[in-house]
């Protein structure tokens, strides 16, 4: 059975770190590339960052370039994000999503996903 189980949110001060983990069981991780993604209170699903299988590739939105660092551990099975300089805006339920590198609006619905993790920044 393929689980995705995100964690290490929390509560941050605006411009604080924090570092999220997606545990992947059920499959091979290093199989696939991932993503991960966040969802604010009544907005859609917008895309945060993706990473390669081999993590030879790796993207941010721009929203996020130059503060947070996707990265993987394939013998751990486990997905991270490192999340720095956090802003306000950026209160967010956050999901890594298995099998897609990137996407965009409804389309990153498409995708496997764990239950989240919730990341509230406020001072």
């Known amino acids: 059975q393929v689980q995705l189980v995100e964690s290490g949110g929390g509560l941050a001060q605006p411009g604080g770190s924090l570092r999220l983990s997606c545990a992947a069981s059920?499959?091979?991780?290093?199989?696939?590339?991932m993503s991960w993604a966040r969802q604010a209170p009544g907005q859609g699903l917008e895309w945060v960052s993706g990473?390669?299988?081999?993590?030879?590739?790796?993207d941010y939105a721009d929203s996020v370039k130059g503060r947070f660092t996707i990265s993987r551990d394939n013998i751990q099975n486990t997905l991270y994000l490192q999340m720095n300089n956090r802003q306000p805006r950026e209160t967010a339920l956050y999901y890594c999503?298995?099998?897609?590198?990137?996407?965009?609006?409804?389309?990153?619905?498409?995708?496997?996903r764990g239950q989240g993790t919730q990341v509230t920044v406020s001072s």
């Open positions: 059920g499959f091979t991780l290093g199989m696939w590339s």
């Open positions: 990473i390669y299988s081999d993590s030879t590739k790796i």
């Open positions: 999503l298995k099998e897609v590198f990137s996407c965009g609006g409804p389309m990153c619905d498409d995708f496997k």
